[in-house]
């Protein structure tokens, strides 16, 4: 994931983007990986662009298309 240009995450009903250059490691891990400690699911990765979790506004614009 640090090769990432971002890391779109879904929290609960809303969404959150991070940026692996700016954004510390602490602060990403903390919302990409779940109680076990591995990622969340589901995890897809589009180009460069990592999305994590789901909630219905993360895949509404998901750039793989609604169909």
Do not use: Q
Not at 28 to 54: H, N, Q, W
């Amino acid at each position: 994931m640090e090769s990432a240009e971002s890391i779109v995450v879904a929290k609960g009903k809303s969404v959150e983007t991070y940026i692996p250059n700016e954004d510390s490691r602490e602060d990403v891990l903390k919302v990409v990986l779940g109680r076990s400690g591995s990622l969340r699911a589901p995890t897809v990765k589009t180009g460069d662009v990592f999305y994590v979790g789901y909630n219905e506004t993360l895949y509404a614009d998901f750039p793989a298309g609604n169909g």
